[in-house]
């Protein structure tokens, strides 16, 4: 008998015919012999609603208090899916983030989870039941607080449970039917990925493919939970995030992964640094006091300036472009450069694949394919299995579609389909 | 300093215009030099969407999780009247009923308070901060399920809190100025009654009064609990429910204190009953074991019928009517009875006061003035403080109305103003 955690985000149960699809769902695969977790977000835009209503309130809520409001959410569809399950004649109990075990540390909003102790859980697995936990949210240890686990906390529960309760396999259902070479919306002819490890997924996940949360995803990998994603509204096969070996044998890494891509990033430009030693470090150091993490940094060489100064650029999340230029303001005067640039035009192209490590002339294909559709590449940044590119936002589809030609990533034939909004 | 628990209901909370003017009257309680601890109800029609949602699942959900679902509408107004009352930079807790800790035994869905250890309730009020807490709802000693306390549940919370608070008194917040002498939707000048017993208040909840729920009055009465109920659109001065003398000398007991109504009221008549010993007592066993209550019981004198039967009429509440006969027809054979008749058209009056224990007449005067309207009574039913009667539902309003006028509990000026809808 296998054990199935099984995660289905807000768009999975947005009403009660959604609920009642993913009754159908969970029941099929318990009868199919399987001991099965569910792991729900909230219904559709309730987390939305729950965000508008205290917003209405509070330009500033306290943080305890939000996430008492937002775990209301999953509470009402863990409850509706238990009546659903139960609806078709099979046991199911529900239990909250607290009774199934989550425990994390205070920081609300965006906690990290500390411990699972899932003995609630087994037990009513032992009892022959589905259990049913409400995804995104946990308690302290010593207040027994409600807390949320932030972006992706729902896919986090369903790892964190499936690592806890030693499980076989961790399903995340989503709207697609896994994960694909590229964006389906950008690149229609874009292929499924049948098998990925989670070096490759991490990458993806971190330079803008949103299938997989990050945080889940280095879960997965820490604790070597494997996981499925899945469509919740077809039947199809997925994609399997592994490290393990396939069955039927080793086989070469492909070559790449797939092309994924960020919109979200923004370039910040420092200008006329002076040229001296710790000038650049100091500039880092003020961004890193502001909180802001850094993606990528270029710094021009010097001599093509002139005059003993230089400009620094680096991309940041564009919601933390504001406060990093504030800092850097603030230390205007003592880092002694000229003046600070914020660019909100860029967009990210990153190629992922295992096999770069023993193929050179990658880097050289994917810069002569993006010349080629005539888009300029303003920054570059590589990581060992990975190579980004930073260009104007607006070429971004056209490149993204030219190095997935390129690198003949294309499907014989069209098979993805997006089939609606994306959950938490 | 006092401590003061207020509850407020539904139609208090139902939006964020309305949280923001329930967390003002609270921030004042509190400045004005009091410990508050506030009990909310669900906003607004939050527990009904609820409920349609589940029923648009299961006709027949599970209890357990059915009291999981319903939670979650307390959960959010309490975080967002400790979020609105945070923005008036007064520090709010909200704690679920669990944090509070109300511990109630097992019976989802109508749960008993078994005990109220609000530790850390006092901690909050001991830090200077306002307690919010969930009405409606506990948690199971050993499983720690959350249950909830049914009809008038958060009443019962504030109550029960007040109680184990030691609290000096607890005000529930309703959408009129207090209890009246009848409805003033009925009787458009009724008199705002001052202050009133937990006796005669338990009978006019008991006989359809709706401002105050039994089961808090019944709790109130039991710990010595000075309820205060006070509109929350007003400043008006409301009802103070005690048993405690007032601080003015020891006052007469008014002889009425008021007339309730209830058309929630069904009557069965089982006709043709043998006239043998056991036989009524056999109706009752089994209706009894259909887990119905009833109301009052009407046995003709059998000689008005001659050859040995009789009718037995009972009241009970109409939703149970069906069920009650249902168990009677099963029984028909046994008990040897001809017919079950059912009448949905009966309203019931009732005139309470602890006055009446020292004043005969005044069981007379009442049916003078029913008969000189031109109503005719059905049923009679007494305690030491109460006079109630049944007529046709259609004649109940006319009733009241008489009944009030002859008694003169009429007031000098209208002053009763209905706001809204009521809570729960």
């Known amino acids: 008998m296998s054990l199935i955690v099984q995660k289905f985000g807000g768009s999975s149960v947005a009403d009660a015919t959604s609920i009642a699809r993913v009754a159908k769902r969970v029941v099929d695969t318990k009868q199919a012999g399987n001991q099965v977790v569910v792991v729900v977000s909230a219904m559709g835009d309730t987390t939305d609603e729950l965000l508008d209503l205290a917003n209405a309130i509070s330009p500033n809520p306290p943080a305890r208090e939000m ?36 425990i994390t540390d205070t920081a609300h909003g965006n906690a990290r989870i500390a411990a699972v102790t899932p003995k609630r859980i087994q037990q009513s697995l032992d009892a022959g039941s589905i259990a049913i936990v409400a995804g995104f949210q946990g308690v302290t240890k010593t207040t027994n607080d409600v807390t949320t686990l932030g972006r992706g906390g729902s896919d986090t529960t369903a790892v964190a449970l499936a690592a806890a309760l030693n499980a076989d396999v961790c399903e995340i259902y989503t709207d697609v039917d896994g994960m694909f070479t590229a964006d389906p919306r950008i690149v229609p002819t874009a292929r499924r990925i049948e098998r990925i490890s989670t070096e490759e997924t991490l990458e993806m996940a971190a330079h803008g493919a949103k299938i997989l949360h990050l945080r889940a995803v280095e879960y997965a990998r820490r604790y070597g939970v494997t996981l499925h994603v899945r469509s919740s509204f077809s039947e199809n096969t997925g994609t399997l995030v592994t490290d393990e070996e396939p069955e039927e044998g080793k086989m070469e890494d492909p070559l790449i992964s797939g092309v994924a891509h960020d919109r979200s990033q923004a370039k910040v430009t420092v200008i006329d640094v002076p040229d001296v030693p710790g000038s650049a470090a100091r500039v880092f150091e003020v961004v890193a006091a502001a909180g802001v993490n850094l993606d990528m940094i270029v710094q021009n060489v010097p001599t093509t300036k002139g005059s003993g100064v230089t400009d620094i650029s680096f991309t940041l999340n564009s919601d933390h472009a504001e406060r990093a230029a504030n800092a850097l303001r603030d230390h205007r005067e003592e880092i002694g450069y000229w003046d600070v640039v914020f660019d909100n035009g860029v967009g990210k192209l990153s190629l992922v694949g295992a096999g770069m490590r023993s193929h050179p002339g990658v880097a050289a294909k994917l810069f002569g394919a ?14 060992e299995i990975r190579i980004s590119v930073i260009t104007r936002r607006r070429d971004l589809d056209k490149a993204v579609r030219a190095v997935h030609e390129a690198f003949e990533l294309d499907a014989e034939q069209i098979e993805a389909v997006v089939y609606g909004g994306t959950g938490r």
Chains 1, 2 share one sequence.
Request: aromatic share 2%; proline share 0%; net charge negative.
């Open 370 to 383: 993006i010349r080629d559709s005539g888009i300029n590449i303003e920054m570059i940044s590589t990581s």
């Open 67 to 102: 996430d008492i409001l937002l775990t209301a959410g999953e509470r009402i569809s863990m409850a509706l899916l238990a009546m659903a399950i139960s609806e078709l004649g099979v046991q199911a109990q529900a239990f909250t983030g607290q009774q199934a075990g989550v």
